[in-house]
């Protein structure tokens, strides 16, 4: 099956720009997202990226996709405390509209 | 943006028992949900694909007899866990399809004893 990788750990000072990297298998992927969850909640959509885009910029952050090496990042800019959560990269392949999660990375926003 | 609930947030129950988990579209109707299943520090696992009007698509490895899914309404779809043993204890959430993007609801944790 299709394969989504994070890398499981980030942490970052306060203020600082945090990136966030994520590959994958598929090459016939049609949109890319990023979710964030917060300790015992559900997933938020922060943003997604369409597959003939090579970045998407949505006030503090910055998605780039690079589709040659299937290579997905999330960068975001004046990290703060309450940015602190687990991240999750999916990608929707082209044959329908289920998503195919990546491992998660945590962030921690240290003071 | 859309919002998705799901009823209950938290269940504790008895091994033996059979506990039913609603995933509701709040303002957007949803033809096809999702039910996904998240062990600790782990990613999620797309259990079932919900169609409304129609039998539920399992993924492999899913017991469909143990995790009845009913897609009754484009508002609401409910997953069923019975006779539910402490290995079915976990944190189930559920996403309904908007446009082109999914909306996950806030999940429900299920423990049993």
């Known amino acids: 099956g299709e394969d989504v990788e994070q890398s499981l750990f980030l942490s970052v000072r306060e203020g600082d720009s945090s990136v966030i990297n994520c590959t994958y298998t598929d090459s016939s992927s049609t949109y890319l997202y990023w979710y964030k969850q917060e300790p015992g909640a559900g997933l938020q959509l922060l943003t997604y990226?369409?597959?003939?885009?090579d970045m998407k910029q949505d006030q503090r952050l910055t998605v780039l996709l690079n589709k040659k090496d299937k290579h997905l990042s999330l960068r975001i800019a004046d990290t703060q405390t309450g940015d602190s959560a687990i991240y999750f990269c999916a990608e929707k392949g082209g044959g329908g509209n289920k998503l195919t999660f990546g491992t998660g990375t945590q962030l921690k926003v240290e003071l | 943006g859309a919002v998705v609930s799901q009823h209950p947030s938290w269940v504790i129950c008895k091994s033996g028992t059979s506990v039913k988990i609603e995933c509701r579209s709040l303002?957007?109707?949803?033809?096809?949900m999702f039910w996904y299943r998240q062990f600790p520090k782990q990613s999620l696992m797309l259990m079932a694909t919900?169609?409304?009007?129609?039998?539920?698509?399992?993924e492999q490895g899913v017991e469909k007899d143990k995790f009845l899914i009913n897609h009754a309404s484009l508002t609401l779809s409910t997953l069923t866990v019975t006779s539910a043993h402490p290995e079915d204890s976990s944190f189930y959430i559920c996403?309904?399809?908007?446009?082109?993007?999914?909306?996950f609801g806030p999940g429900t944790r299920l423990t049993v004893l």
């Open positions: 990226i369409f597959s003939n885009m």
């Open positions: 996403s309904a399809i908007g446009g082109d993007t999914q909306y």
């Open positions: 919900s169609n409304e009007g129609s039998k539920a698509t399992y």
């Open positions: 303002d957007f109707q949803a033809t096809t």
